[in-house]
């Protein structure tokens, strides 16, 4: 079990706080870069690293459980952290729609690195941000390769409960779901290894080869992602 966090309202205020003051930041042109934080919290990679390694003593399938969340999260709406939105007035929660009821875990630990961010450096780095370091984290974790995951994403303030009721689907036709990569920008490559992760999430656990093998190509496709 992951420690206990702080109330998800308060990291929601969090995420809002941070999506308002990336607002106000509009003018000036944002490239995603590694180097994001390297100045504003520079240990921000070590503490996503920590929080993991210690929810993964407990819970061996929290690695592809992150993988995951980076897939269903990126694939709605883009890297916006939309996923970690729960149900408000104006927000119906990506986290109900089927694809991702009961199945996609991992909130907890996402909960856990943001308050030891939080702490570490207040109002900085994005959820969206953590979401992907946490998948790249995962991976090498897992025994994959070790990549410099691009940063400065901004967190979205909308959820889009349709988009993500239509993630690709174990039920899909094979047509099908290639038009839901292609419509994200994502070819056949990146449609195989990223059906793969799903592999990798449900097998348990997955021996360290197929691991290796799943995450060299889930590693080099999720950068994609933007
Ligand atoms: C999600 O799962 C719960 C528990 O199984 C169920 O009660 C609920 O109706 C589901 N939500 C949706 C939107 O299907």
Same mark, same amino acid.
């Given at each position: 079990?992951?420690?206990?966090?702080?109330?998800?309202?308060?990291?929601?205020?969090?995420?809002?706080?941070?999506?308002?003051?990336?607002?106000?930041?509009?003018?000036?042109?944002?490239?995603?870069?590694?180097?994001?934080?390297?100045?504003?919290?520079?240990?921000?990679?070590?503490?996503?690293?920590?929080?993991?390694?210690?929810?993964?003593?407990?819970?061996?399938?929290?690695?592809?459980?992150?993988?995951?969340?980076?897939?269903?999260?990126?694939?709605?709406?883009?890297?916006?952290?939309?996923?970690?939105?729960?149900?408000?007035?104006?927000?119906?929660?990506?986290?109900? &729609? %089927?694809? *991702?009821?009961? $199945?996609?875990?991992?909130?907890?630990? +996402?909960?856990?690195? #943001?308050? @030891?961010?939080?702490?570490?450096?207040?109002?900085?780095?994005?959820?969206?941000?953590?979401?992907?370091?946490?998948?790249?984290?995962?991976?090498?974790?897992?025994?994959?390769?070790?990549?410099?995951?691009?940063?400065?994403?901004?967190?979205?303030?909308?959820?889009?409960?349709? &988009? %993500?009721? *239509?993630?690709? $689907?174990?039920?899909?036709?094979?047509? +099908?779901?290639?038009? #839901?990569? @292609?419509?994200?920008?994502?070819?056949?490559?990146?449609?195989?290894?990223?059906?793969?992760?799903?592999?990798?999430?449900?097998?348990?656990?997955?021996?360290?080869?197929?691991?290796?093998?799943?995450?060299?190509?889930?590693?080099?496709?999720?950068?994609?992602?933007?």
């Amino acid at each position: 079990m992951a420690s206990p966090s702080p109330a998800p309202a308060t990291l929601l205020a969090v995420c809002a706080l941070l999506a308002a003051m990336a607002l106000f930041q509009g003018a000036r042109a944002q490239q995603l870069s590694p180097a994001y934080y390297d100045e504003s919290c520079p240990h921000v990679y070590d503490t996503v690293r920590r929080v993991i390694q210690e929810a993964r003593t407990a819970d061996p399938r929290i690695l592809a459980n992150l993988v995951r969340l980076q897939f269903h999260d990126c694939f709605v709406n883009g890297c916006d952290g939309s996923l970690l939105l729960d149900d408000g007035p104006a927000i119906s929660s990506e986290k109900n &729609a %089927a694809p *991702n009821n009961n $199945s996609a875990r991992g909130f907890p630990v +996402v909960d856990d690195i #943001k308050a @030891a961010l939080e702490s570490a450096c207040p109002g900085v780095v994005s959820c969206a941000d953590i979401v992907a370091l946490a998948a790249e984290v995962s991976v090498e974790l897992a025994g994959g390769p070790y990549w410099r995951v691009l940063l400065g994403r901004r967190d979205g303030t909308t959820a889009n409960f349709d &988009a %993500a009721d *239509n993630l690709p $689907s174990p039920t899909d036709a094979l047509n +099908v779901l290639r038009q #839901k990569f @292609a419509d994200v920008g994502l070819d056949d490559t990146d449609f195989v290894a990223l059906q793969g992760t799903t592999t990798y999430s449900i097998t348990d656990p997955p021996s360290a080869p197929q691991i290796r093998y799943r995450s060299l190509y889930v590693s080099t496709r999720l950068e994609r992602y933007k």
